[in-house]
């Protein structure tokens, strides 16, 4: 026993903690009580200190002859080695330089699509764009075609994901540009417009490029909708070589692209000319055919191998207020619907009050403000800061004079004589509780706001029920289809479901992503093959937000294209495009932005030089539009500290730590890395021979 | 002639002895310390590296031998050799057999214990000679210590003599009585504290404390110079170990033949053994401590033991 | 009649090159036979301009700068300055990588206590224990390298949350080891603190009174070895600290003993931090979202303080609105906890100076800066 510890006053044992602060739960006490150990101890007094004082001089004998038994822990040089741990910061590599033929696009057919995503993001070889596009559209592979020039091969490789890339490109909430890597250095690549220019340099050869698909396979499905999932999945089947045979509502087909995107986004001959190309591709569409009402959906269960319940979202959710049933309270999607077909909704001149802060009210309030409404205003629960539509989309709302009423909700619509006269409103406190739940709370105090048209864009719904008469499908209490999330199956055998009857209200891209979930299903069920197998669900994606960059002296080639828009005043007459697209050449420039994120190939951006705190990196490139080769790399390793900042800003991960720590003092007398040092072979150089391997983390 | 001619060869093979008893030294410690701190030691050079030493000499002995432009060059440079005929010649007067040592005279245990103390003037002027700061203070330290320690270390041999009733080391060897263990177990303790002392080893090493004085009175020495008060110190560990298992166990505990050589070989490395084993283990005294434990502790149970051993051999 | 010529102190240089001035310390001592006079301690030797070469760097490239302060415990300058950072520029913290510098910066603190024990021991001529000391701080540089990839400047702390997140199973590697822990701490206690020559080297030596303590701006072990109870994660709780609980150790007599056991008894206390936030640790994000490469705070200033192993220490960033840092300062607990050393040192052999000197527990390069 060691005499040390005579006094008593070191606690060790935790659950001898007088005052219990150190349980495992967190503990205000723990703050507020302070407790104290001293360190100070003494030996005893008299004979027994004396034989402490002894005894202390043979425990420490003891101590140091136990060690000598123990075995040793350092190594047998050289007949051991260290293993390194895989995030060993040693020299640095360089693994390659830009070359066409090292970067490649994504190659998989629909069916095992996602499996070499999962491949590509277990590898960490991901691209962050493809990674955060719901669909996982190759955009790297986009910029790779259109920097070359091969605009119509940028489209066909975006259309294997995105069935509609023209339409896409005017419209999608581009998650993909929020995850790119150029957020952090300066400003994303522009995918978006990139899409639309892929989509102009195709139609060009359009005569040329569209072809029948070939129909390779027996069987026939139906598709019960025409909206982007429907025909997402639709054109995943063709390319299987399935008949595929596509049941449309309305007279034309698109679904909510059609009937709710407004034309100022989305011009329709965008959209048709598209879904031409896919009907010349071999689809057939039937429109102006409801099924369930003008053909029972037995029919279609009977009559092909499987049918795709792609109908979407359809009707608007109503607040049941007091007033609500007065006249000039209209719902969001018929308004839409309206205004976008016949550009005329008999509210001209009049006072508009939409109620919602998300896409849906955005897009009726600047149609209303297209079709004549004198004054348009929204109102939301939300504050300014966290309304659910895009901040683009509240941007140009705003230019064009809509007029933004946050943090009120409603309460009652003021009428008159079954008219609509104006709305009580009633002020928000909170939307969200402290989860993050929906659970607002409202604060005593009211307003009123006077309008002659109240629209409710508060939600949407899907009205299934004479759809599924006769189906053998079941509709839950609240009318909603269930359905398997993960593989898009219904209760019925081959009948399926996809876009948003699925997801509930989202992104166009979203509604594609889960076609082509469904169609991988469909071609699973239709081949036999278990549909399970490999398969997850694939949960919506979260967007990084990005803060401010500092731009200021960086070169106006490496900043980003910027979009032209049509003046606000001037674009909020009529149903003209607000987005004018970018020109041929800012297209390829656009393009040659990109930084070939993941390809491990050096593409002479120079964020490594920009983030080394020692000044030791050196890059030189060649800054003209049509050459992106790098001139010179130079890695001063006299002043590398090994920080390991610039691996971690290299976009590409062609900067990689290398466990040949020796080498970096071997070459401490060569002063510089250079081109050609850096690329050494895989196997080794000759100061250490193989490249150091790392063993497993934490074993 | 014929005996100046012996003493040669007897010169001669006591280099060899004393040059191999410091390589086996400075092994042996590099190995139990290693072990101690959970290292190998030596390994590369020889089997489990016995000829990391050989090759450490080597090293030094081609090493440049660097002379501080301040110091007294003939006294610097002569000092090591100071240093270690005394010590070395501390070997010619250990009994390695019964009735057996190199130079037998009457009072050869007192030649032990004395000349070796001459070691204390060399360190001194060594220390000084550099016209260092650390060095002059290391010589001092040592020659303080060296006269201190001296006296217990002394008067615990005396015991011996007491008891055996000649100052011969090979009388003593002969006249061991295994009681002696007992009744000289005190004077043994106070022998192999006051060695430890005597050969500057850890926790009495404050003439060359590292931490203090970088490395005391041979601070501004290197090459071949620094290696001989190397050798100095671990052929006085050696030493003090066969001179302490020769006589406070008489030899191999008094028995003959090869298992006597066989006990006395044993006990000598393990005294050599319990001198590092210490070493690793404890921190260093400070001088004053280091003072006080010399004049009250080690010289009183001395002259106890002495007295003891008196009325023991009175009886 | 004592003569003049041979009553003078002799002037004794200790250092820059010396083993116990811990690196490149400098103490020019007057001695009066073997007792100090006067001990000056003269710095410099290791002033690289750090706080005048983060005035040319991005927010982002003076982390690995602060590595190179404390480079016994690199993860306290990193954490301190990314807190100052984050405060200038409005960034939150994810609790993941809140608990995540929890966990590392109480390893940091064996790490840097098993450094500063050691060295108590070598000082002291006990080279064992140093060597002891330092299998206990190996232990945990290597679940450090597991951690970054780096086993002395880390650069792990950034702004915004840590560089890496915890590879798989290396959460349990450190509950391990800190079960282990203990044990060697223990066998640390006995060799070197119940040691009869330790204590006779160590104890009454640079005595410090309470007052003292606090009238000389002393922080850390130091402070606490005299008994005041000043340590930042009780008085400014920052971070998740409140959530943990912890005793704080003190001495009662002020000596060279009482600090070095301090640190001793402060790693049993770090252990059981870090065995509470490993379990209190969420899922989640380590970085937060969307912080640009190049940080620009707005036009002010932020004060941050951490209790690092040395004491308290504070960054003051000054910003003019740019992506580089106007001014930062470090206020570096060894840097007035060894000016001490000329206080304490005198009247004491000079074979006490290491003692003391070691029992402030400098680290020159946060010294110098």
Redesign the interface.
């Known amino acids: 026993m060691s005499t040390a510890d005579t006094d008593g006053t070191r606690r060790l044992d935790p659950d001898l903690d007088p005052d219990g602060s150190c349980g495992t739960a967190p503990s205000a006490t723990a703050a507020a009580h302070p407790t104290v150990v001293h360190a100070t101890n003494e030996y005893s007094s008299g004979v027994r200190g004396a034989f402490e004082r002894c005894a202390s001089l043979f425990v420490g004998l003891g101590i140091t002859a136990g060690r000598m038994r123990a075995r040793p822990k350092t190594l047998r040089y050289p007949f051991e080695r260290l293993t390194l741990s895989p995030r060993w910061r040693g020299a640095l590599r360089l693994t390659g330089l830009l070359g066409t033929d090292e970067v490649s696009t994504i190659q998989a057919d629909c069916a095992s699509y996602n499996a070499r995503i999962g491949e590509m993001a277990a590898a960490g070889g991901l691209p962050p764009c493809t990674g955060n596009c719901p669909a996982n559209v190759d955009a790297r592979g986009q910029a790779l075609y259109l920097a070359k020039g091969m605009s119509a091969e940028a489209y066909e490789l975006v259309r294997l994901r995105n069935v509609l890339p023209g339409t896409m490109g005017r419209i999608c909430h581009y998650p993909c540009e929020s995850a790119c890597k150029r957020n952090h250095y300066d400003e994303p690549i522009a995918i978006r417009p990139l899409h639309r220019v892929a989509y102009e340099g195709f139609q060009q050869v359009r005569a040329e490029r569209v072809r029948p698909l070939p129909v390779t396979r027996g069987q026939r499905v139906a598709v019960i909708g025409s909206g982007p999932s429907g025909l997402a999945a639709a054109f995943d089947l063709m390319q299987q070589g399935y008949e595929v045979h596509c049941f449309e509502k309305e007279g034309k087909p698109g679904g909510a692209l059609y009937s709710g995107v407004p034309a100022y986004r989305l011009p329709r001959d965008i959209l048709h000319g598209e879904i031409d190309d896919l009907v010349a591709m071999g689809l057939r569409i039937t429109s102006g055919v409801e099924v369930g009402v003008d053909m029972p959906i037995r029919h279609l269960i009977d009559e092909y191998d499987a049918v795709l319940i792609a109908t979407g979202l359809q009707s608007s959710r109503m607040l049941p207020l007091p007033g609500a049933d007065a006249e000039g309270v209209m719902g969001a999607l018929e308004f839409l619907k309206v205004g976008n077909l016949t550009g005329d909704v008999g509210i001209s001149g009049k006072r508009v009050l939409v109620v919602g802060g998300g896409n849906v009210a955005v897009d009726c309030a600047r149609v209303a403000l297209r079709v004549g409404a004198s004054q348009v205003q929204m109102t939301s629960l939300e504050s300014m800061d966290e309304l659910p539509a895009h901040p683009w989309e509240i941007e140009e709302a705003l230019d064009e004079g809509v007029v933004a009423l946050c943090a009120w909700g409603p309460h009652s619509v003021m009428a008159e004589d079954g008219c609509v006269t104006g709305m009580r409103m009633q002020s928000v406190v909170s939307v969200f509780d402290a989860h993050g739940r929906f659970a607002p709370q409202f604060a005593d105090e009211y307003m009123e706001v006077e309008a002659d048209i109240v629209l409710f864009a508060i939600g949407q719904a899907s009205d299934l029920h004479r759809l599924v008469e006769g189906s053998g499908l079941e509709l839950t209490e609240r009318g909603i289809l269930p359905v398997d999330r993960t593989l898009m199956t219904t209760q019925a055998d081959g009948v399926f479901a996809c876009g948003e009857v699925v997801t509930g209200p989202g992104s166009a891209i979203g509604s594609i992503a889960s076609g082509h979930e469904a169609a991988v299903s469909i071609h699973r069920y239709l081949q036999g093959i278990d549909l399970a197998e490999g398969r997850a669900f694939r949960p919506d994606l979260q967007c990084p937000r990005y803060g401010d960059v500092d731009l200021e002296g960086l070169q106006a080639t490496r900043l980003r294209a910027k979009m032209p828009m049509a003046h606000p005043e001037e674009r909020a007459k009529d149903f003209r495009s607000v987005e004018l697209g970018i020109t041929e050449a800012e297209g390829l420039r656009e393009a040659q932005r990109c930084l070939q994120c993941e390809s491990g190939v050096c593409v002479g951006c120079a964020f490594c030089a920009r983030a080394c705190p020692d000044y030791a990196i050196d890059v030189e490139r060649v800054d003209d539009p049509d050459n992106r080769h790098v001139a010179r790399y130079d890695l001063d390793l006299t002043k590398c500290c090994f920080c390991g900042l610039c691996a971690e800003q290299c976009p590409t991960g062609a900067l990689r730590h290398t466990a040949q720590y020796e080498l970096a003092f071997y070459h401490r007398d060569l002063m510089v890395f250079d081109k050609q040092e850096m690329q050494r072979p895989e196997e080794g150089s000759r100061a250490t021979g193989a490249d150091g391997c790392a063993g497993g983390g934490c074993d | 002639m014929r005996s100046y001619l012996f003493g040669v060869l007897w010169g001669f093979a006591a280099a060899i002895l004393i040059a191999l008893t410091a390589l086996f030294g400075v092994w042996w410690e590099r190995k139990v310390a290693g072990r101690m701190q959970m290292r190998f030691g030596p390994q590369q050079a020889g089997p489990a590296g016995v000829l990391q030493t050989l090759a450490d000499t080597v090293k030094l002995v081609v090493k440049e031998d660097i002379t501080p432009n301040l110091a007294d060059v003939p006294v610097f440079k002569l000092m090591p050799y100071l240093v270690f005929v005394p010590s070395a010649s501390a070997f010619a007067v250990i009994p390695f057999a019964n009735g057996w040592a190199p130079f037998n005279t009457e009072a050869s245990a007192l030649f032990f214990l004395a000349v070796p103390g001459m070691g204390a003037l060399g360190m001194l002027l060594a220390g000084w000679a550099s016209h260092n700061t650390y060095g002059s203070l290391g010589g001092v330290r040592a020659a303080a210590q060296l006269v201190s320690y001296e006296l217990p270390r002394t008067l615990s041999v005396l015991s011996l003599v007491v008891l055996a009733g000649t100052t011969s080391a090979v009388g003593i060897r002969g006249a061991w009585q295994w009681w002696w263990i007992v009744v000289l177990a005190p004077a043994f303790a106070v022998y192999f504290i006051s060695s430890i002392a005597e050969v500057n080893r850890g926790p009495f090493d404050l003439p060359e404390a590292e931490s203090e004085l970088v490395a005391g009175y041979f601070v501004d020495y290197s090459g071949i110079r620094w290696a001989i008060f190397m050798m100095v110190e671990y052929s006085g560990i050696v030493a003090a170990s066969l001179f302490g298992a020769a006589t406070f166990l008489g030899g191999g505990l008094g028995i003959p033949g090869p298992l006597g050589v066989l006990l006395f070989v044993a006990f000598t490395v393990a005294f050599t053994t319990m001198m590092i084993w210490v070493k690793w283990s404890f921190p260093r005294l400070r001088p004053d401590q280091l003072m006080s434990f010399a004049w009250k502790v080690l010289t009183p149970v001395a002259l106890v033991q002495l007295l003891v051993a008196g009325v023991v051999s009175a009886l | 009649m004592p003569d003049q010529e041979f009553n003078q102190e ?1 002037v ?2 200790v250092g820059p090159q ?3 001035t811990h690196g490149v310390g400098r103490i020019l001592l007057n001695l009066d036979g ?1 007792i100090v006079r006067k001990a000056e301690l003269i710095i410099g030797h290791l002033h690289r301009g750090i706080e005048k070469m983060a005035e040319n ?1 991005t927010y ?6 602060t ?1 190179r302060l404390d480079y016994v415990g690199s993860m306290y300058a990193n954490w301190a300055y990314c807190r100052a950072v984050e405060k200038a520029a409005a960034i939150d913290v994810p609790e993941r990588a809140e608990y995540l510098r929890v966990i590392v910066c109480e390893m940091q603190r064996i790490a840097s206590h098993m450094m500063s024990v050691g060295s108590s ?9 140093f ?2 000391a330092f ?1 206990l701080r190996e232990r945990i540089v290597e679940l450090f ?6 086993r002395l ?1 880390y ?1 792990y702390v950034r702004p915004g949350g840590v ?2 997140d915890a ?4 959460a ?2 450190v509950l391990a080891e800190m079960r282990k822990l ?1 044990t060697g701490l ?2 640390l ?13 160590l104890k009454g030596v640079g005595i410090m009174s309470t007052e003292q303590a606090i009238a000389w701006g002393a922080t850390g072990p130091v402070a ?2 005299s008994g005041v ?1 000043l340590d930042i994660r ?1 008085q400014d ?1 920052y971070s998740v ?13 002020g000596d060279a ?2 600090r070095a ?2 640190r ?2 402060e790693c ?2 770090s252990v ?1 931090i870090i ?2 936030a490993i ?2 640790m969420p899922e989640g994000p380590i970085l937060t ?8 705070p707005p036009k002010g200033d932020a004060y941050a303080r951490i209790e690092s192993a040395r004491g308290t220490l504070g960054v003051y960033t000054v910003s003019d609105g ?2 580089k840092p106007y001014r930062v300062h470090f206020r570096s607990p060894a840097f007035c906890n060894v000016s001490l050393i000329s206080r304490l040192a005198p009247s004491h ?6 003692v003391i000197l070691g029992s402030l527990d400098p680290v020159f390069g946060e010294v110098d800066r």
């Open positions: 002799l004794v240089n010396h083993p116990s073997d760097r982002l490239q003076v982390v690995p700068l590595d021991g070598a000082d002291s001529g006990a080279f064992t224990v060597v002891y299998d390298e597991q951690l970054c990839g780096a400047t650069s560089a890496f590879p798989d199973g290396w349990d590697a203990p223990e066998e206690d006995k060799l070197l603190f119940g040691n009869v020559i330790a204590r006779g080297r606490r070895g109870a009780r709780a600290y409140p959530r943990i609980g912890f005793d704080v150790v003190v001495g009662d007599n003993y009482d056991r301090c001793l008894l049993f206390e059981r065995e509470q379990t209190q979202d969307g912080i640009p490469r190049l940080i620009a740019g992506a052999v000079l074979s006490d100076l290491g």
